[in-house]
Nanobody, 123 residues
Framework: EVQLVESGGGLVQPGGSQRLSCVAS????????MSWVRQAPGKGLVWVSA????????YYADSVQGRFTISSDNAKNTVYLQMNSLKPEGTAVYYC????????????????WGQGTQVTVSS
């Protein structure tokens, strides 16, 4: 059974930082591209960032470019999202997703999804 389990969400002040983690099990992690997708209250899913299976290439939405950093650790089957300079509009449930294709993970059509972790940016 494939499982993606996110953690690290919580309440953070505007301008603050937060690091999200996503641990994958039941999947050959080194063969999967990974992404982070968020859903703000009452809104649809929005792709945030992705990393290819080798960890060589990273991709970011314009809205987070320069503030967020995605990374992966194949030894721990884990992908991270370091979020800096957080803004109130960053309040959302953050999901990680996995797919053999980096095209699919950036297109909101990944094969596997986690349950999400809530991030609230508020003073």
């Amino acid at each position: 059974e494939v499982q993606l389990v996110e953690s690290g969400g919580g309440l953070v002040q505007p301008g603050g930082s937060q690091r999200l983690s996503c641990v994958a099990s039941g999947v050959a992690f080194e063969k999967y591209a990974m992404s982070w997708v968020r859903q703000a209250p009452g809104k649809g899913l929005v792709w945030v960032s992705a990393i290819d299976a080798k960890g060589d290439s990273t991709y970011y939405a314009d809205s987070v470019q320069g503030r967020f950093t995605i990374s992966s650790d194949n030894a721990k089957n884990t992908v991270y999202l370091q979020m800096n300079s957080l803004k109130p509009e960053g309040t959302a449930v953050y999901y990680c997703a996995a797919d053999p294709s980096v095209v699919e993970v950036t297109g909101l059509s990944a094969q596997y999804w986690g349950q999400g972790t809530q991030v609230t940016v508020s003073s």
